[in-house]
């Protein structure tokens, strides 16, 4: 099992940047592919990106040109680089873990960390 513990979240003008951090801790962090998800309010939680352990990496469109995932597996660490926000960005932006020994799939969650785009 792997515990998640993100950072970096805030209050940002539109245009601006942010960098996201996630730490992971007990167990091998090379193992899991990685992801970033966000949920703004009253709406469901959504995918924005994952790196996987190989280094593959996709994007969802809203945010695809805008945001870089990537990941340190020495530091046991994921990040998310977010530039030019938008207003629509506003969520919570949760660390996601994902374990798949094929039939299975395993998730972890951090806890979020608030991210705000605002004037």
């Known amino acids: 099992q792997v515990q998640l513990g993100e950072s970096g979240g805030g209050l940002v003008q539109p245009g601006g940047s942010l960098r996201l951090s996630c730490v992971a801790s007990g167990s091998i962090f090379s193992i899991y592919d990685m992801g970033w998800y966000r949920q703004a309010p009253g709406k469901q939680r959504e995918f924005v990106a994952r790196i996987t352990g190989a280094g593959g990496i996709n994007y969802a469109d809203s945010v695809r040109g805008r945001f870089t995932i990537s990941r340190d597996n020495g530091k046991n660490s994921v990040y998310l680089e977010m530039n030019s926000l938008k207003p629509e960005d506003t969520a919570v932006y949760y660390c996601?873990?994902?374990?798949?020994?094929?039939?299975?799939?395993?998730?972890?969650w951090g806890q979020g960390t608030q991210v705000t785009v605002s004037a």
């Open positions: 996601n873990a994902r374990y798949s020994p094929r039939p299975y799939e395993y998730d972890y």
